[in-house]
T-cell receptor, first 113, second 116 residues
Framework: SQQGEEDPQALSIQEGENATMNCSYK?????LQWYRQNSGRGLVHLIL?????REKHSGRLRVTLDTSKKSSSLLITASRAADTASYFC?????????????FGTGTRLQVTL | NAGVTQTPKFQVLKTGQSMTLQCAQDMNHEYMSWYRQDPGMGLRLIHY???????DQGEVPNGYNVSRSTTEDFPLRLLSAAPSQTSVYFC???????????????FGPGTRLTVL
């Protein structure tokens, strides 16, 4: 079953604008990760935030985590055409031996010039 | 480092045929996994391995077999292909075996499989 659910499903913005996408999940987690997927390519890791962290930055990326609301957001500031991609959140489902990552359905971001 | 490699890039099968999707990594990662990606479904975990000789089922294991005889390789076998297995398949690896979620996953470029 899908644990992380991204919102919106699709987002279109102009270059220079900020893009915000959200991820909601159902059960408690240890960590949440965000990945980017360019069309026809594999996923690339962007950032990992632990359950005891509230905010994390990496370059133009800002991720927040609200465990009380079971949600996370990914903010891309000053977007560029090269940011056009699908973005996925991934959460863990602890099995005891190793955790399984569960991916959401993704947000498709289109950045136009 | 080549990272995670997958072969073939594209494959067309007829219903009932068998084949093996290859996955290899040269980063000495303990954890390897297979996902399938379908439109509107995100990625779903098929099987994973926490080290050589150890495999376990993911969310959608039916119709697929795996083995892990070496640290580097993690092939995915389709014993009798069905149209429902038409999908894009991704292999991923990460450093630590004990928890995928604590570690960045490195993905291969994918194999696009069509079953007629």
């Amino acid at each position: 079953s899908q644990q992380g659910e991204e919102d919106p499903q699709a987002l279109s913005i102009q270059e220079g604008e900020n893009a915000t996408m959200n991820c909601s999940y159902k059960t408690s987690i240890n960590n949440l990760q965000w990945y980017r997927q360019n069309s026809g390519r594999g996923l690339v890791h962007l950032i990992l935030i632990r359950s005891n962290e509230r905010e994390k930055h990496s370059g133009r990326l800002r991720v927040t985590l609200d465990t009380s609301k079971k949600s996370s957001s990914l903010l891309i500031t000053a977007s560029r055409a090269a940011d056009t991609a699908s973005y996925f959140c991934a959460t863990d489902e602890n099995t005891g031996t190793a955790s399984k990552l569960t991916f959401g359905t993704g947000t498709r971001l289109q950045v136009t010039l | 480092n080549a990272g995670v490699t997958q072969t073939p890039k594209f494959q067309v099968l007829k219903t009932g045929q068998s084949m093996t999707l290859q996955c290899a990594q040269d980063m000495n990662h303990e954890y390897m996994s297979w996902y399938r990606q379908d439109p509107g479904m995100g990625l779903r975990l098929i099987h994973y391995s926490v080290g050589a000789g150890i495999t376990d089922q993911g969310e959608v294991p039916n119709g697929y077999n795996v083995s892990r005889s070496t640290t580097e390789d993690f092939p995915l076998r389709l014993l009798s292909a069905a149209p429902s297995q038409t999908s894009v398949y991704f292999c991923a690896s990460s450093y630590s075996s004990w928890s995928a979620s604590y570690n960045e996953q490195f993905f291969g470029p994918g194999t696009r499989l069509t079953v007629l």
